[in-house]
């Protein structure tokens, strides 16, 4: 069976048990998640066998120590994976929701149900865990699923996907609504995201080359997430301890994150006497600073920022500062320079944070928080599928119900339109 | 200047005055919009005069009858677009709402505000009151638009297109938000639907070619509608008056719209008793029957439908029929053949009315009311931008609510995360 043939025949194979899912109850549901994490955890050393078998093959092939560290698959990760489908069992279940059920002046009755969009396509990198965290909010929202991990990946991905199975299996409902793509080279991915008859949506998850290249090339909707160049804006009305607790934890909490700021943005007013305080911190965290020429007068020894600095996710120790006049100014250069990730303002004055809250276009916007919190579990979706960047139908981190899209129905009783 | 620069210096203008728009009064907008209805009543003559110029070209090129009535401005129509405006003016302004403002174990809490999508391009043909109800939708939600209508119509759009305009401007709101492309060429089409950069989404309106040739090419995201292959299923237990009524209605109450019936199922148990008396109906209406063999035993003169039949779009007094064994095969069917528009069951029984609206996977899912009423006014929404048979962002009928995205609000106090 050629490429072609083989992504499509599973297209199809999900897509017809994503029909079944689509009704299947929210027991029925949870209790396949319940047995899957059960199966996880029994069959821990099988897991750790095949992770091994991976880990093995990509050191041989010299894969980096981050990479590796990422595809492996620890007694204690095994049992994360396992308890993240048990929280997702304890989610509400958004399938069939009907809201807003009104009556017409024609006398029918129209309202709103929730269902499943059909049939996910999920390409990811080398972190198993994904398998067992797209697969059961897939399953728990009534969704097909079809898997394309990295190759890395190949032998744990097979081995969690074969819990999955068991677990739907033994919760009677088809094993076939999760699908993995077993070859995993380019032409996999190429074909996957043109299955327009079986496939409603492509979340991409990994590198921005890897997402860019989908969203070029894929026929479907795409779920994406690009840059996270992430703003705090220091007003010139602060409490010094939040707006100094903010900058830094929003910097310094992790740096290799979306949601990590990037630029610091302080209104000329309070730069000369916050500066010095913050550039202190920073030190003792040993982040690089870059400012614009007026944050250089008050700091004379860290680097100059040039333009491209304003465009830059660092994901690193590296911090861009700017000086702005006010808040016009800031809210400019997030919604120019920006990427409509997360921004944060830290300020005492009410009408200034309204305007913030009001006019700066990104995912996430806060008032006197760290942009770290921008996450899924912070917000309480219980576990996201990923962050959206896009403005349609999901925004920012997307959970449960970006899974999903709301029918009309109507309820007559023998209506006829005039 | 070449097309490239005119498309993205107006795309680059729509956006800047979008921001403002955004930003602007519920009063502002509505206010914009009743300056803009009242300056069309009073410019009715130079509205006449400019699309006399359009008809006669039209007519002079050999354009169709039909073509020339949906162009024609009369007096009464140019009052029906002003009367549109004002219906959108009386809308709730969905912009700024903020729902479901909870607070989270770590402190903060989160919510969502409603907010414009941004820059909404318009591609549609040549009904120009199609001008005036988008850029109404659009400036009510803070969205910049951008109208590309077809070339037959060019004077008549932009004499409706500098109305709007002085109503924006003497609404103190910039009238660069309303863009009209007036290069109807192919190419001016090609760049706009690839201003990823200023455009936020693309919704096509007019025939299947176009809307198929939009969504193949463009680089932005597209709300499209395609077909419409909507069913009525007439189920075993049924009231036969309402049964009459609402297959008769849904097939011939008007015969070129999206929303009327094309395939007519009908449960065997009740086919030979209701078969003849809507057989009558039909012929009283000079529809054409197409039927199944076994509708042919039932109604022996009518022509044999074939596997074509069931995908078809009529839009037309045609109407095939098939008779199912019940409720399972009419839902296979309709998810099979049907287009995900508009489906209704007729029915008395109330588990298989509940069976229907969960399992037909359709924008629209009616119990016992005709599929005539999927429509933004009857829905309630007041107007509509279009109907989507995307599932994702919006499906259906979209109004206002379909021109917005939702962001992610987060208010604390110093609040950093652990």
Known sequence: ??????????????????????????????????????????EEQMLVNANL???????????????????ELTKSRIRAMAEGLRQIVTLPDPIGVISNLNFQPSGIQVGQM??????????YES?????????????????????????EATH????????????????????????????????????????????????????????????????????????GICHVYLDNQIDFEKAIAIAINAKCQRYGVCNAMETLLIARDVAENILPRLAKHYQEHNVELRGCIETKKILSTIKLATEEDWYEEYL???????IVTGLDEAI???????????????????????????????????????????????????AEIGISTDKLHARGPVGLEGLTSQKWIVLGNGHIRQ
């Open 1 to 42: 069976m050629n490429i072609k043939n083989y992504i499509e025949d599973l297209a199809h194979k999900a897509q017809q048990s994503s029909r079944i899912l689509a009704k299947s109850s929210t027991h029925e549901r949870n209790n396949a998640l319940k047995i899957a994490a059960n199966i996880l955890e029994q």
């Open 156 to 227: 744990s991905n097979q081995a969690i996907t074969h819990c999955i199975h068991l677990g739907l299996e033994q919760a009677r409902l088809p094993k076939e609504a999760v699908q993995m793509i077993e070859v995993t080279d380019r032409a996999s991915v190429g074909e996957l995201i043109t299955q327009e008859k079986y496939v409603d949506v492509i979340i991409p998850r990994g590198g921005k080359g890897l997402i860019e290249r989908i969203s070029r090339e894929s026929k479907l909707p795409v779920i994406k997430h690009l840059d």
């Open 114 to 123: 929730r269902v499943p969009l059909g049939v996910i396509g999920i390409v």
């Open 127 to 151: 972190r198993p865990n994904v398998t067992a965290d797209a697969a059961g909010l897939c399953i728990k929202s009534g969704n097909g699923v079809i898997l394309r991990g990295g190759s």
């Open 316 to 322: 690193a120790p590296i911090l861009a500062i700017k």
């Open 332 to 382: 400019w250069h997030i919604n120019h320079y920006g990427s409509h990730h997360t921004d944060a303002i830290v300020t005492e004055n009410f009408t200034r944070a309204r305007q913030f809250l009001t006019e700066v276009d990104s995912s996430s916007v806060m008032i006197n928080a760290s942009t770290r919190f921008a996450d899924g579990f912070e917000y309480g979706l219980g």
């Open 53 to 71: 078998k991976d880990l093995l093959e990509s050191q041989a092939k010299g894969l980096a120590e981050t990479a590796l560290d990422r595809l």
